[in-house]
């Protein structure tokens, strides 16, 4: 029989749920047919079971194809009814363990802790167990929410147990890397209040394991854009270049989404420009509501991956003021850099979590939750700034980026080693 030569496994929440590492997913994936890896799966949810979650997810119908040599694999549930919870991810640790049984080199990579690495170090314990002895490499990355979320709603709600399995499994694995310097510093820190509670030494592991590994992007979909595919896409949408501020990303309170509808109503620019809020999430209705009336203000639900790009480049300033909250906070802000390679007008955001690591220098920055001064921005970046200005910030912005590119984080992220034969 014959296998393949490497195999690369990421295990996360893929495509259509509209989340950071579902993209980042996808371009390491596509990456990796270039690198040496021959077969790679993405084991995942199926897709009934996402929308039972609630997840914000994208248009089914318009989902980007994957390369050939990616699979995309949706295990059904292990169980019945009377397996309340878990089902899902036996069937994901169940399927986990037939790769792995087969004899082919294999890395496998788990985005978001709670519960894609527990189902890696999960399957890899019982392939050994079973005699298996699958030649793997294990690589666990923390995405930034299951820090600002999982572990830190273990911590605010005293239930130290659950934050001892999450270290436990995350430091079980070969390699553990973090998305930014602000999540790496936050697993620090939360891993330091556990040590305290408990008396374990997480910290100290932490502080010399973890690594960082920026969120891989595709750059080659927002460099060179086809002008008239901008034109045309702002058309469709009844928009204009430039005449329009864009905030593209989830709709929830953490992205200071709120604020911005309310410095926008208040901005001088709201005479030139139309705020264009394209998105799905937990706090769209509210923001509806709160919108009610007003013309100036767009609403667009089904943006795929395709306009994403060209409508950044056709806005007038791209604004992403977000803000701490219990349950999340901005751990890079993969939007962010994404715009950045668009072009387009400036970008305005926060000093939230690590959303200075994307942007560094080439952002219009306000401070959280400042409504006035968002819509000061607002009207300096519309109305007052001056083009040689927002030419400058374009160019840098783009050079920034770059940094970001997919194949320069796969190659930090996975060093190249030799193929080896399987008959």
Sequence with gaps: MNHPRRRLVIVVRADPVICGHSGEARNLAEVALTRGFTDVRLLTWPIPALQAAGLPLKPLDRLLPYSSGITVERPEP?????????????????RLVELLAEPVPTVCL????????????????????????????TVAKAVGSDVTNVIRSCLREGRFGAATVLFTTFL?????????????REIVAAAEQVDAHCGTAFAEQCRRRVTVSYPPIDSTAFLDLDQADVDAALARRGLERDGYVLFLSRVTRAKGIHELVTAFARARCRSRVKLVVAGTGPAL???????????????????????????????????LPTKPEPDFVETFGIALAEKMLAGGGPIITTPTGGTLEAVGDTAV????????????????VVLDMPAAERRDLELRARARALRFDRAAVFDDLFPRTPAVEVA
């Design 78 to 94: 292990v169980g019945d009814y009377r397996v309340p919870d878990g089902r899902h991810q036996s069937g994901l640790t169940g």
């Design 365 to 380: 920055v306000v401070g959280p939750e400042d409504v006035a001064g968002l819509a000061a921005a607002l009207d300096r």
């Design 285 to 319: 209705e509210d923001v509806r509501a709160a919108a009610a009336g007003d013309d100036r203000v767009v609403f667009l639900t089904d943006v795929d991956d395709q306009e994403k790009a060209l409508l950044m480049h056709g806005c007038a300033a791209y604004a």
């Design 172 to 184: 079980a694995n070969d390699e553990v890397v973090a998305v930014s310097d602000y999540t790496r």
């Design 110 to 137: 788990s985005m978001y802790l709670a519960p894609h690495t527990s189902v890696v170090v999960d399957a890899v314990a019982a392939a050994r167990a079973a005699g298996f002895a699958p030649d793997v490499h």
